[in-house]
């Protein structure tokens, strides 16, 4: 290649890069060194965000603590007020930050919980054109699996709280929404109790997505009494620590759960997975 032509691709590549910086992009090369195109190049807001959760990290802030002015963050991050309020809009909507108005406010450190992770896999079921077979599945398969761990690591005071929903259910036998808050408590602990923060937060998202009566499925007394006499016989295993016995018990329970709604509720598990879906549950 003669010098004039380095020369011009030279500065034709510094021009694109100046283009993708005014566009809002980091400026980074779209080839590797194989000459393969690589992943488009982040967005300059996307890269701001993940220096912001850095910080927070870094800096071990909690829920309520404040994040420096915006002139401040302005400063730090050295990105335009634009680019900086779309970092910040960004990781509201991901729940790890709230912003307060008014004199005094601005960005407030938040906990993201499984409702965000709820959205994301419900949009990405709508789009895959998901039912909620898929989800009925999904716990079918991990929840034993959860259980079964949960037995060897359960702890006393966590046995107690399982107690304590069991015995909420009893008393809410006639109160659909009491009686189905109680459930949902028992399934929860349970997850995290297996010592797996993923099938925690897993557990927390797939129960706010399948919630029967939102989607129609009904729950007599009778089937309610058979769901406190199934919690109880996980109780009972994860009581003595029996891993066997604890996913045993849970694979029936969700067995039973997913044969009744295949028998009397076929067309709920056949309906798609829809974001307004997840926003009646």
Request: net charge neutral; charged share 25%.
């Amino acid at each position: 290649m003669t010098p004039a032509r380095t020369s011009t691709r030279a500065t034709a590549n510094t021009r694109a890069r100046a283009r993708a910086t005014q566009d809002g992009h980091a400026p980074v090369s779209m080839r590797n060194g194989r000459g393969a195109p690589r992943s488009r190049p982040q967005k300059t807001a996307m890269i701001v965000a993940q220096r912001i959760v850095a910080d927070i990290d870094r800096l071990d802030l909690g829920v309520g603590d404040r994040l420096p002015p915006e002139r401040v963050m302005l400063e730090e991050y050295a990105v335009g007020r634009g680019t900086l309020r779309e970092s910040l809009r960004f990781l509201e909507l991901q729940g790890v930050l709230s912003i307060k108005a008014g004199p005094g406010g601005g960005p407030v450190v938040e906990r993201p919980d499984a409702s965000n992770l709820a959205t994301t896999l419900v949009l990405l079921l709508q789009f895959s054109h998901g039912t909620y077979r898929t989800i009925a599945e999904a716990r079918d398969l991990l929840e034993p699996i959860m259980a079964g761990m949960a037995a060897e690591r359960i702890s006393d005071a966590s046995l107690d709280e399982l107690r304590e929903t069991i015995a909420a259910m009893e008393e809410g036998l006639e109160r659909s929404g009491a009686f189905l808050e109680a459930n949902k408590r028992f399934h929860d602990i349970i997850a995290w109790e297996s010592g797996n923060e993923l099938f925690g937060l897993v557990v927390d998202a797939l129960l706010g997505i399948l919630d029967g009566t939102a989607l129609g499925i009904d729950y007599p007394r009778h089937r309610r009494a058979a769901i406190i006499k199934a919690h109880r016989a996980i109780l009972r295993a994860l009581e003595a620590h029996d891993r066997a016995g604890a996913e045993e018990a849970m694979r029936l329970h969700i067995g039973e759960y997913f044969n009744y709604a295949k028998r009397k509720f076929p067309e709920v598990l056949t309906q798609p997975v829809t974001w307004d879906s997840l926003a009646r549950a």
